[in-house]
């Protein structure tokens, strides 16, 4: 039976703490300093039937793109940049022509031809090394990429594309597992993929609603559940914008783990040294993948249960919390009485009261600034936390992993 989630929402309270750490500017623009923007192609998620596949950008950003100073990477890359992590991207493929990321990429089957270039933009998200002229690179630079087709060509999913390819992932290897399909129906052979992924601890990161549709003008459906992020065991996250709201016209899922930057997101695309530009949860999932695959890579003794629950609860106070990789790389677990971290603990990880949690406790406290903040992050430690006792983060199946 599916365990119920802890159900999150996105307050407007949230802009109180997110909006600061963001540079001034709006999407769709690229560029992340004073001056003329800087415009980009957009990236598709799917090709319409008789489309030509993606081809160059001609346009090359010279600035650090909002989101990456929105998640402190300069700051968190000092602890990890994955390095001794694969993780797999369930996607369009991801191309191997693509010179950010030569050298790096490992694809199956036909994964390395990318016509849609969508898995190539998350894959560049995630481990695009820095290059001349660009401020742009991976969030998790060191990582090794298993390219996974969860779709057909022209990017369409189904159950059983992204079941075949999660399972494809876990026996590649991978610890992360990013997967941008979300789908309006779950299968058996999905979730057989989720706890199959879940024995072999590898942690699921997915996004929670599908990517926005059209031209973010139109009226999105009612709130729903959407696979495999709905199945128990997956990190499922949902897009924000600059300032830390649901884009307009955006999909909304009943339920998520996490929010991150997932809106006028800048990353490369199938060929060429062009940046593109992208709006949807499945960016933002990817900017999850790579913050759990340093997470893995700085504390291999973690679990994926314990990697997720890590991510969860040192995230930024808000109904969803919003992803801080640098406070998942510096705050410390509390102990089990058994003096280890177990599998499927309930109680949630905190930040300890070393300078490092200190610094990331101001930093929130700050964002929100005075007063409204602070009764903010006041709420929520009042609230949240026993929720997030009460809800804790459990692998799928009744399986727990062994302590480390």
């Known amino acids: 039976m599916r365990r119920p989630r802890l159900h999150h929402a996105l307050p407007a309270l949230a802009t109180v703490l997110c ?48 989101e990456q100073q929105n998640l402190q990477l300069t700051r968190s890359r000092r602890f990890a940049t994955g390095a001794g992590v694969t993780v797999a991207v369930v996607d369009t493929g991801v191309s191997l022509k693509a010179p950010a990321l030569a050298g790096r990429v490992t694809a199956l089957g036909g994964a390395g031809n990318d016509c849609v270039g969508h898995g190539t933009f998350v894959a560049g998200l995630i481990a695009a090394a820095p290059m001349e002229g660009t401020g742009f690179s991976g969030a998790a630079r060191q990582v090794q ?101 649901r884009p307009q016209g955006a999909y909304t899922a009943r339920h998520a783990d996490l929010a991150a930057p997932g809106d006028g997101v800048m ?43 890590r991510l969860i609860t040192t995230g930024y106070p808000a109904g969803v919390p919003r992803l801080d990789p640098y406070g998942a790389l510096t705050a410390v677990p509390g102990a089990s009485p058994e003096g280890a971290a177990q599998a499927g603990d309930s109680r949630p990880v905190r930040l300890e009261t070393d300078e490092a949690g200190a610094r990331a406790t101001r930093r929130a406290l700050l964002s929100a600034g005075v007063g409204a903040g602070l009764l903010l992050v006041v709420t929520w430690a009042a609230v949240a936390v026993p929720r997030g006792r009460a809800r804790g983060w459990r692998p799928a199946g009744n399986e727990a992993s062994p302590p480390d």
């Not at 500017?25 to 690229?30: D, L, S």
């Not at 057989?192 to 024995?199: E, I, K, P, T």
């Not at 060429?272 to 993948?289: L, N, Q, T, V």
Request: proline content about 8%; charged content about 15%.
């Open 19 to 66: 909006a600061p750490m963001a540079v001034i500017g709006a999407a769709p623009q690229a560029g992340a300093v004073p001056g003329d923007p800087v415009r980009l192609p957009v990236m598709p998620s799917r090709l319409a039937s008789g489309a030509s596949c993606t081809g160059d950008s001609d346009t090359v950003a010279e600035a650090v793109p909002w």
């Open 267 to 309: 990353s490369v695309g199938p060929s060429g040294r062009g940046h593109f530009i992208g709006s949807g949860a499945s960016f933002a999932a990817g900017y999850a993948a790579a913050a759990a695959a340093m997470v893995r890579s700085a504390h291999p003794g973690l679990s994926a249960a314990e990697t997720a629950r």
């Open 145 to 245: 990429i298993v390219a996974v087709r969860g779709t057909d060509e022209r990017g369409v999913a189904s159950d059983a594309t992204v079941a075949a390819g999660i399972n494809a992932a876990v026996d590649a290897g991978a610890k992360v597992i990013a997967v941008s399909p979300a789908l309006a129906q779950t299968s058996s052979s999905l979730r057989d993929a989720v706890s199959y992924a879940a024995r072999r601890d590898a942690l699921i990161v997915a996004a929670a609603v599908p990517d926005a549709p059209g031209d973010g003008t139109s009226s999105a459906p009612p709130p729903g559940d959407y696979w495999p992020a709905a199945e128990a065991g997956v990190l499922s996250v949902v897009d924000v914008d600059v300032q830390g709201k």
